[in-house]
């Protein structure tokens, strides 16, 4: 029996399971078995057709299933799949029935509404301490204001800002290779910062410690670690797919642990270098030769971009690196 404590992951808040699995995959599952399509789902949800199949591929293998098979027909549910199915409405009706209630605890008005402030953002900002720094800037300005953080993968981001009566403002990191599937809607405005690279790390004590730079081929052959967030598995998925099946060895929400057991194993531990101090503290970056790039965006709705308060904020974010 699948537990919700295993499958909600409601970005900062209170409910925040133990895994770091994105609720928006169990929605992408559930459309897929209405369309029994990658491709006609993938079109519906802006995303493309590849991230909604290792959406898919992701979710087989935390919970070690099969979901699907092929027929002449598209897709069809399996046994499993079938059974997941029903976990899974009956978790979403929960989350939703959540999301409603505490939408009643206390009501935002037309008064309240230039106080409140949404920052949308990915997983490895947060985890990265950024966005902690960015809103205890903000609040050294603009104490009196309520913000709300909210984690989300990159094209939901848009979507929630559309829905959102909030002022909003999204801070995320796009795979390169999905910029062009990017679908980015007349409201909203797109701002490039910077453009990063995955880049291996290792244990100064590593026997890798003095290699100049691992290539794509290496890696495939060698354990590796990374912090368990669907994109940056993705990434890695991608980067390394030609050579074959990444061996990832272990994915932990806890960024420490995961370098810390890494580091002591020599196991190389992948991810993006996001913060400003590039400086590793007892660890060894190893450049990783034609590595993937991902490009952080920085998204606001046209509508409030001259408003004070996003101006502060805008300007915060973009200064920041």
């Known amino acids: 029996m699948l537990e919700i404590s295993n499958l909600l992951r409601i970005g900062v808040c209170p409910l ?17 078995v209405r369309t029994q399509s990658f491709t006609q789902s993938a079109k519906g949800l802006y995303i493309s057709p590849q991230g909604l199949s290792q959406a898919i591929k992701t979710l087989e ?73 960015i809103v ?20 939901d981001v848009i979507k929630s800002m559309k829905n959102d009566q909030n002022y909003s403002i999204g801070l ?34 590593s026997v890798y410690a003095n290699k100049k730079f691992f ?14 967030e669907p994109l940056l598995e993705d990434c890695i998925q991608y980067m390394l797919g030609e050579y074959g099946e990444p061996n990832i060895v272990m994915c932990c929400s806890n960024v420490r642990l995961s370098k810390d057991v890494a580091y002591s194993q020599d196991i190389i531990y992948i991810s993006v270098n996001l913060t400003k101090d590039s400086t590793p503290e007892n660890r060894v970056l190893v450049p990783i030769h034609d590595a993937l790039k991902l490009t952080v965006i920085l998204l606001y709705p046209k509508k409030f971009k001259d408003i004070p308060i996003m101006k502060k904020l805008i300007h915060l974010m973009k200064s920041f690196y």
């Open 16 to 32: 925040e399971g133990v895994d770091k699995m994105q609720i928006e995959y169990l929605y992408y599952f559930l459309d897929v």
């Open 61 to 133: 293998k935390k919970y070690n299933i099969e979901l699907f098979t092929r027929s002449k027909r598209g897709l069809v549910l399996t046994d499993d799949g079938n059974k997941f199915a029903t976990y899974v409405n009956e978790l979403l009706k929960c989350y939703e029935n959540f999301e409603e209630q505490c939408k009643r605890i206390k009501p935002v008005d037309g008064t309240e509404m230039g106080n409140i402030l949404t920052i949308y953002t990915t997983a490895l900002f947060s985890v990265s301490g950024i966005i902690l720094e």
């Open 136 to 155: 205890e800037n903000f609040f050294e300005k603009c104490p009196d204001k309520t913000i709300l953080i909210s984690e989300k993968l990159p094209f």
């Open 172 to 205: 995320v990191n796009v795979p390169n290779y999905l910029l062009e599937e990017l679908s980015l809607c007349e409201e909203v405005c797109i701002e490039y910062i910077l453009e990063i690279s995955l880049v291996a790390s290792v244990s100064p004590t």
């Open 215 to 228: 290539t794509k081929q290496e890696l495939t052959a060698l354990p590796l670690s990374c912090f368990n």
